[in-house]
């Protein structure tokens, strides 16, 4: 037997109804995270991490005794960063 496109719309409704509420669950998680100072740690991690990801590739690019394969300045980026730890 074939469903319906009436069973179909239901179904749809059904899996929009669960997103919304897994994403209304994630919200109130990350807000308790948020208030009892949880969230401090995960985000001064990723911080650092990022920014020292940043730093290593800097390196490796000033280090770099080739240059780019492509046309040239398309390529090329200036990425400041600020740090303050």
């Not at 109804?17 to 949880?38: M, N, W």
Request: charged share 25%; glycine share 8%.
């Amino acid at each position: 037997m074939l469903p319906n496109h009436g069973d179909f719309l239901v179904r749809q409704e059904q899996y929009q109804d669960l997103l919304r509420e897994a994403e209304k669950e994630r919200l109130i998680q990350a807000a308790e995270l948020r208030r009892s100072g949880k969230w401090g740690l995960p985000r001064q991690t990723a911080n650092w991490l990022g920014t020292y990801v940043v730093k290593w590739g800097l390196k490796l690019q000033a280090n770099r005794s080739t240059s780019p394969t492509c046309c040239g300045d398309c390529c090329l980026v200036e990425l400041k960063v600020n740090v303050s730890m």
